[in-house]
């Protein structure tokens, strides 16, 4: 059984910080780029950030100076420094991630596997 794993949301009071982590679990051969997405209510889910397994990163227009995102790969773990947070912010947090997953009989496949989602509520 393959799957993300994500931890770390939780209640902040506006500009306060929180770390996501996403850890990938079960049978993988290789992990491609990994991501943190989140929606809000009413809203499209949208990238908040992505790390390639180069360790080169991508963040959206909205958090670009106040998140960080890494990867351990190592430990098959991906983290998102959150600071500086903002009421806006505020919203359910997905981890993502494109995986080579090692089967049967020495099979090997490629799917997009999602995490189940961590909420993130800034609010004083």
């Known amino acids: 059984q393959v799957e993300l794993v994500e931890s770390g949301g939780g209640l902040v009071q506006p500009g306060g910080s929180l770390r996501l982590s996403c850890v990938a679990n079960?049978?993988?051969?290789?992990?491609?780029?990994m991501g943190w997405y989140r929606q809000a209510p009413g809203k499209q889910r949208e990238l908040v950030a992505s790390?390639?397994?180069?360790?080169?990163?991508n963040y959206g227009d909205s958090v670009k100076g106040r998140f960080t995102i890494s990867r351990d790969n190592a430990k098959n773990t991906m983290y998102l420094q959150m600071n500086s947070l903002k009421p806006e912010d505020t919203a359910v947090y997905y981890c993502n991630a494109p995986l080579r997953v090692r089967g049967s009989f020495g099979r090997e496949w490629d799917r997009n596997y999602w995490g189940q989602g961590t909420q993130v509520t800034v609010s004083s």
């Open positions: 790390v390639t397994s180069g360790g080169v990163t």
């Open positions: 079960g049978s993988i051969a290789s992990i491609y780029s």
